[in-house]
């Protein structure tokens, strides 16, 4: 299993590689500061929690462009590390790859399992189907973008629970997002359609043995650009909520996914994003806490 | 009696005409005061031309351009945009870029510009915005390669 991840991962970035060469003269800076989004938790570009209709990186129109991440969550009783790379063709198509890892902490050892990390692998695709989310400030059209996120859990020892609930350990999120940056307010709006049964987006399996399809969840992003470097704004996912009820009750219910964040990059280089996260509910039957904590992000950029 | 009826007759135009001089004003586009009217427009071209022509990566394309010709034309163009009382005599921006080979990072680095020119002009970030939005839909006349 280690050795398919570590192989799909390595030919997906040669694959990366490979299809930049004819357009890798030109180091990639033909976007306008933070037009590129930030890397969120699933590695795509778009707000933290949220991908959006923008492509990745720097790289505009007959560029190529790469980005890499490091995020780190700490809620009250969870931590979660996050690593991943992008890289965005012509402002047209975006390729992604992340790793998240998720310390469950004491409630992997009231599990009987201490010391559990969940762990998952994330590919995402994204292509910009029309539309462009900056420059067309005389229409109500937004850049609109289709994506995939191909995950595959981890899950360690917890592994025999999670068939037992009737959820797989790996699953497909397909979404679609509509961006636009409101020019002359200076406001960014996105909405995103994802069709999926993550279970806390994946860290938990896919589906249950009640609810077995995935679903249209909603997520909107909003943010206000302070000024050229700074961008502040807020985040709201609907989850889907596939292990309600199940063999535990009401006991892994999830709740919705929010944040206010502030993304600050100085340059085309670095940005940083600092957040407050609401996560609701994780594993209530064993933590009752709504697991509010703090996000850090950097991401640097070619 | 006629020179009673007179004085106020000049009396009435003189009021009125003060109250349209009142309203022209009154309906000044915020986006033009906040730029410093036409003085205050000039000033911004004067610093945006030489950053055009001395950038490494659009500064090649103004190489055959009359300087004094395009930051006469900006300003006007500027001026119409932000709703000031000028006319833009220029060619159209089709035909104006039409020889030239301009790509999306060549027009985003011109927003750039601007927008530099702007900081050094202490143009609020917001009145920035709102004049952005205004030039950006150029781009599709503007931009050349796809």
Redesign the interface.
């Known amino acids: 299993m280690k050795c398919i991840s570590a192989a799909f991962s390595a030919a997906t970035f040669l694959f990366t590689l490979a299809c930049a060469a004819p357009m890798a003269a ?1 180091a990639a ?4 500061l933070l037009t590129g989004g930030v890397s969120s938790i699933d590695g795509a570009a778009g707000g933290g929690l949220t991908p959006w209709a923008l492509i990745g990186s720097y790289g ?4 190529w462009g790469a980005s890499a991440f490091a995020t780190r969550v700490q809620t009250r009783d969870y931590t979660l590390d996050d690593f991943g790379v992008a890289a965005g063709f012509g ?1 047209r198509f975006e390729l992604s790859l992340a790793r998240q890892s998720f310390d469950t902490k004491d409630t992997g050892t009231a599990l009987g399992i201490p010391g559990l990390t969940l762990k998952q692998n994330i590919l995402g695709a994204k292509l910009r189907v029309l539309g ?1 989310a ?6 109500w059209v937004p850049a609109v973008a289709v994506g995939l996120g191909a995950k595959r859990l981890d899950a360690g020892a917890l592994s025999p629970t999670l068939a037992a609930l009737g959820a797989k350990e790996n699953g497909v999120d397909l979404y679609a997002s509509a961006t636009k940056l409101f ?4 406001v960014l709006a996105n909405v995103t359609l994802r069709y999926t049964k993550a279970n806390q987006n994946g860290l938990l399996g896919f589906g249950g043995t009640a609810h077995g399809n995935a679903s249209l969840q909603p997520e909107v992003s909003l943010a206000w ?4 470097t700074v961008a502040v704004g807020a985040e709201y996912r609907v989850k889907p909520d596939k292990l309600n009820p199940s063999a535990l009750g009401a006991g892994l219910r999830e709740d919705d996914w929010k944040d206010l964040f502030i993304a600050w990059a100085p340059n085309k280089t670095v940005s940083v994003t600092a957040a407050y996260v609401d996560l609701g509910r994780i594993v209530p039957a064993v933590q009752a806490r709504r697991q509010t904590g703090g996000y850090l992000s950097l991401q640097l950029s070619y | 009696m006629t020179t009673i009826f007179s004085s106020a007759l000049v009396a009435l135009l003189i009021t009125t005409g003060a109250a349209q001089a009142q309203t022209s004003v009154v309906s000044v586009d915020p986006l033009f005061e906040a730029l410093g009217g036409k003085p205050g427009i000039a000033r911004l071209v004067d610093d945006l031309v030489p950053r055009l022509a001395a950038d490494p990566r659009i500064g090649p394309s103004f190489k055959e351009t009359n300087l004094r010709e395009l930051n006469r034309q900006l300003g006007d163009q500027f001026c119409v945009v932000a709703g000031g009382p000028c006319r833009y005599e220029g060619g159209s921006m089709k035909d104006a870029h039409a020889a030239l080979r301009i ?3 060549d ?3 011109l ?2 510009l601007l ?1 530099d020119a702007m900081d050094a002009r202490a143009i609020p ?2 009145d920035q ?2 004049l ?3 030039l ?2 150029m ?1 599709r006349d503007v931009i050349t ?2």
């Open positions: 030109r800076d033909g976007k306008l505009s129109v007959g560029q402002e462009d900056v420059l067309d400030s005389d229409t020019l002359a307010q200076g650009l302070v000024r050229r | 790509d999306k990072a027009f985003n680095r927003v750039e927008q970030f917001a915005n709102r952005i939005a205004r950006a839909p781009h390669v796809h």
